[in-house]
């Protein structure tokens, strides 16, 4: 067991620190997480070590990230000091301190890129016999990880709102016009999100084996998706609008150091399975996390009814694992960049109850989930509300707490009409 670390501050888990940023005025600040407060990194900068100053007051991660795990450990290790029940600059530090919520928090991270896997072989299947009956599961599947590039302009820190998208969608005969109008099957995917603190140059692939060394840490993620978008635009290519209107993030960045004591080994594969390729072969292990998704709505919220549960899931039901992402990103020598974000892809289990999205819980609309409150739901209607929640556990350790990742659906904005 990790050993315990007591602050002036009781509420302050100093294992954890996870990094967030939020709104000073006209700037951004970094700050880490104790608790119901935030300490403002760019405020105690003069309390750290001056090769780490430049970074702690710069508006996001980035320049930390890209100094590597041995400045990483350095702030984590200085401020667990500063904030010991002994520390000399205990005065000093709490004035630093914020409520979390008065604050504006932003995203943490300047994001170049943004990957999006499909990583559970339960969510690949399951929406496999929605389209496929006879081959659910397509033959590259246990081969190669797949992903797409996504939008990186458009991914946002939770707790804003999602606009519902308007865009193509299939005739309703064939050969007839495609119709242009908001989607009718607006859906969350509960996902992961991995940012990349080490780069690696163009040309040169990160072997499996350091793979998980290029892990900055990890937040949820909600890939919201348009399926009736979806279904008629990826003919013969992958997704594009249906996707890039937005993707949420939680706003605190978990770093990989305080998962450490969670690691587990990833489920065992089929026996009759193909073992991977030499460059994706490793008994990887995988952090021990948990996630729940929840749904309010305008008539829930109304009669002050709690969030209704819609699935749970674990991490270790991934097919494939981040080193794994990586290690095929980077094969054909793609180069990642300091901020790049990488996504697992919907995490689901292998029970209809741990599906990640509302496409396999729903079975593509045909049969809705019935709400407390008498209201059903194939897909997310305006004024709903989803709530992206996980945490770590392992034996001997305490509870640790991702946070979450929260957003409510507006609605669609009215194009301009054209005068003919």
């Known amino acids: 067991m990790r050993p315990t670390q007591k602050s002036w501050l009781p509420e302050a888990n100093t294992f954890h620190l996870p990094y967030g940023a939020f709104e000073v005025e ?35 991660l980035n320049p930390l990230m890209s100094l590597g795990p041995k400045a990483w450990t350095l702030l984590r290790e200085s401020l667990t000091r500063l904030l010991s029940a002994n520390s000399p600059n205990r005065k000093k530090a709490e004035a630093a301190l914020h409520s979390i919520a008065g604050a504006t928090l932003v995203k943490p991270v300047l994001i170049p890129n943004y990957t999006d896997f499909y990583a559970s072989i339960h969510h690949a299947t399951r929406v496999g016999r929605l389209f496929r009956p006879n081959q659910p599961l397509l033959p590259n599947y246990k081969h190669v990880p797949i992903g797409y590039h996504g939008r990186a302009s458009s991914i946002i820190p939770g707790g804003f709102p999602i606009i519902r998208p308007t865009g193509q969608t299939r005739p309703a005969t064939e050969g007839a016009q495609p119709n242009f109008e908001p989607t009718k099957a607006l859906d969350y995917e509960l996902e992961l999100a991995l940012y990349i603190g080490q780069p690696n140059p163009l040309g040169t692939p990160i072997p499996i084996a350091k793979a998980s060394q290029h892990i900055f840490g990890v937040s949820l993620l909600n890939d919201w998706s348009a399926r009736d978008l979806q279904s008629w635009e990826s003919q013969p290519l992958g997704p594009f609008l249906s996707k890039s209107f937005s993707t949420s993030v939680s706003p605190w960045i978990t770093p990989m150091a305080a998962l450490e004591p969670y690691m587990v080994p990833m489920h065992s594969r089929p026996k009759d399975d193909p073992k991977p390729l030499k460059y994706l072969a490793s008994r990887t292990q995988i952090p021990n996390v948990n996630l729940e998704v929840s749904i309010t709505t305008e008539t829930m919220r109304a009669n002050r009814l709690p969030p209704f549960s819609l699935s749970q899931s674990s991490l270790r039901d991934l097919y494939w694992s981040p080193a794994q992402l990586i290690a095929h990103h980077t094969s054909n020598g793609c180069n990642l960049q300091t901020g790049d974000m990488l996504a697992t892809g919907t995490i689901s289990g292998p029970a209809d109850s741990s599906a990640g999205c509302l496409l396999e819980l729903t079975r593509n609309g045909a049969e809705p989930i019935k709400l407390p409150t008498g209201e059903v739901r194939s897909f997310l209607s305006d004024g709903d509300e989803i709530i992206l929640r996980a945490h770590a556990k392992a034996p001997g350790q305490p509870r640790l707490d991702l946070g979450e990742c929260r957003a409510a659906i507006l609605p669609a904005r009215r194009w301009p009409t054209v005068s003919r």
């Open 26 to 60: 006209d700037t951004q600040h970094l700050c880490v997480a104790l608790g119901a407060h935030l300490l403002d990194l760019h405020a105690a900068a003069d309390l750290l070590p001056p090769t780490l100053k430049a970074v702690c007051q710069a508006p996001v």
